[in-house]
């Protein structure tokens, strides 16, 4: 097992424990290990295991040792197995529900008997728990609120896992001789951070045995339809696959009725009949005559010129909509008139700014992630890590901030690297809009990226004015996270984005759009109104590690999504240009 699996495994058996009532002393060693653990290289941690050294390192008993080393060499734990196997399923899925946790379960099960989410639901649904001490209304309106997301939230999938299902299944596809052509559609392709079920198209004369390998493919739990050009599964993952096979001429209508969307679906339908055609995911007929089904009887199977999306568009007199744009909001009017952007590409980024190292609660050292940024090929690095308030992120304190930034000089002075490193911050914005460090110390950074952590209940006119006040200090340059969703996890504070998106305006502050799978925030819907009235985008992975780079990518799809340009998005500057940026922000 990797550390990352064996402090998870760790802090769950804290949980567990907590769940039982258990000593405190003893959940909070397993808590305790995980940090550790977390805190150990890889290959430290290995070598310990080896050579039974565990117990030399600050925080690790004798019995953590043996667990941890029983855990790294099997990936399995008795203990853990028999603890999960003593605590009825219904109480651990309790857990699941925001501002649950297990004290407040074990108050649940001792008083009301509530051992399962549908018990709890009808708990609150009667009153019930509100009428329990250390509950009230609110809490009560809280933890229904948090179940009722969560039936919402199963329903779909980040992103990020669907591509990752989706990959090898095409690829799957691809490799079978009478599969002419295969491809992705549905939200997957237009790049919704969110996708319901993935849709899989082939180009087949000959569908059958396609269908007989999607329906037998490794990983399908359930087959939930099976006909002559159609199939659907459920994957273990929990994640639903349809399978559409398209005789090779009508493949390109079928790709773009069923890459959608549904309101772009319309808008085309209707472009297609104010010029005499029918549209259909069969193909285009005229519309005009003796009806429609005729025509489509007579066209069916026959040969077109249209042969790819490009020319599909054309045909009705546009450019061609890449498909993230194609959500009904504008895009088929700007394909008429010229008007579509040149969108982002992910060649196009050459730095990042909101990245951590282990100085708080990053994984990687700021040379390992400065090698990882220069193998991105990157011109900078922006290292932010979190400030003093962040203390469960271990944030810097004026000391170890000013160390760090001695630091990354003496880095860039050595020439060790071709990636120049910024020195920044990800400070705090505190409850009352105020920031984490004076203005002396923010002074001697190259830049600030400011960040609600905390207080995130406040009411909707406190969080907006709380962030603006924050954008008004000189010393901010980017605002982090704009909302601090998690999606499919929890809900954005409630703020007015068009208030502090002017705000950000105003007083030259970008505002980032983190790149990280789960947030995606600033949203792909606002960036273009925003945009257009002149804010500054940087796409910025939050990385927590050196893969977490990568994750520029994520922002880059929401980016496009979002109709952004390389104009729009300061990280496509070079390194001159940044400086150049940086410097005349923070003398005029
Ligand atoms: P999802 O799966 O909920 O994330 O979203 P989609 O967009 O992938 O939706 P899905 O899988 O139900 O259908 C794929 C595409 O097929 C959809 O984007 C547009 C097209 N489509 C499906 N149903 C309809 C419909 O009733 N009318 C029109 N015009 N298009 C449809
Ligand atoms: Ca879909
Ligand atoms: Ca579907
Ligand atoms: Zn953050």
Redesign the pocket.
Known sequence: MTKAEIASVLNDIGTLLELKGENPFKIRAYQTGARVVESLAEEELARRCAENSLVEVKGIGEALAQKISELQATGKLGFYEKLKASIPSGLVDLLQVPGVGPKKIRALQAKLGVDSLAKLQAACESGAVAALEGFGEKSQEKILEGIHNRERYSK?HLWVAAWETAEPILAGLRALPQVLRAEH????R?R?E????L?FLVATVDPKPVADWFVAQTGVQEITARGETKASVRLQSGIQA?LRLIPPEQFVFAWH??????DH??QM?QRALGRGWSMSEWGLVPSAGEGTAKAKAEHAGRKTDITNEAALFKKLGLAFIPPELREGLGEIEAAETGGLPVLIEETDIRGAFHNHTTASDGHNTLEEMTAAAQALGWEYLGIADHSKSSVQARGLDEKRLAEQIATVRKLNASGKFTTHVFAGTECDILPDGRLDFADEVLAELDYVVVSVHSAFKQSRADMTARIIRAIENPHATMLGHLTGRLLLQREGYDVEADKIIDAAIAHRVVVELNANPWRLDLDWRLWRKAAGRGLLCAINPDAHDTAGLADFRHGVGAARKGWLTKEHVITTRSLVSIKRWLTDRKTG
């Open positions: 779909r559609a549905g939200s997957l237009r919704m969110t996708v319901g079920d849709d349809d009725h069923f890459t959608g969307s549904k679906n319309v339908r």
